[in-house]
C-alpha cells in the first residue's frame, strides 16, 4: 500500500467535490441516497481520505440518518479515481471508517451499493422492512452491525435526523 488513510480536512472538500462530479456525474443528485445528505452535515469526525504521491485520490463519507427509531449511518459516497480502482484503496477507507463509528459507538451503518463489494467489509443484504425517500433497488440495501443484534432489529422509514442548511427542492440553493 503506497496511500495514506487519514481524516478528511476542510481543505479537502473542494477536491472531494471534484472527485465525487468525476465519479458520479450530476446523476447522483437524484439519488436516494443523496436526498438523505441533502442539506445534511456530514458526521466531522468520520470523513476520510486517501492520499497518494501528495494527491487526493480517494475518499468516503458518513452521514447521521435515522431508521424508524434507530440512530444509523449512512455510508457514502464512497469515491476512488478511475484509475486507482481496484487496488484496494476504497476498501482501506472503508475499513478506517468502520473502525472509527464503532470507535464513536455507532452501533450500525447501512448504505445502497453492490453487495459483492462491500460484503468484502462485512456488509450483508438487508432483508429487514426499510423504507428509503424514494425508489431504491432492494436487492442493493446492506447494513452492518457495529453493535450485535441493532441489525436484525432495524426497520421503519430512513430518513434524515435533522437539516443543517435549509435547501430547496432542486438543491440550488436556500428555501
Not at 78 to 85: C, I, K, S
Not at 139 to 156: H, I, N, P, Y
Request: charged share 25%; hydrophobic share 45%; proline share 6%.
Amino acid at each position: 500500500m503506497s496511500w495514506q488513510i487519514r481524516a478528511e480536512r476542510a481543505e479537502d472538500g473542494p477536491l472531494v467535490e471534484r472527485l465525487l462530479a468525476e465519479s458520479f456525474g450530476p446523476g447522483r443528485f437524484a439519488k436516494s441516497a443523496f436526498r438523505l445528505r441533502e442539506g445534511v452535515e456530514a458526521v466531522a469526525n468520520l470523513g476520510f481520505v486517501a492520499i497518494e504521491e501528495g494527491e487526493l485520490r480517494g475518499s468516503v463519507r458518513f452521514w447521521p440518518v435515522l431508521v424508524g427509531a434507530t440512530a444509523a449511518l449512512l455510508l457514502g459516497p464512497l469515491a476512488v479515481q478511475q484509475p486507482q480502482r481496484g487496488r484496494g484503496m476504497g476498501i482501506d477507507l472503508m475499513r478506517r471508517g468502520i473502525a472509527e463509528a464503532q470507535g464513536s459507538g455507532w452501533e450500525v451503518i447501512i448504505l445502497v451499493g453492490d453487495e459483492p463489494y462491500y460484503s468484502r467489509v462485512g456488509f450483508s443484504r438487508l432483508t429487514q422492512r426499510l423504507r428509503f425517500p424514494g425508489p431504491v433497488d432492494p436487492a442493493r440495501v446492506l447494513g452492518l452491525d457495529l453493535k450485535q443484534g441493532t441489525l436484525a432489529g432495524l426497520s421503519g422509514e430512513v430518513r434524515r435526523v435533522k437539516i443543517d442548511e435549509p435547501v430547496c427542492a432542486d438543491g440550488a440553493g436556500t428555501a
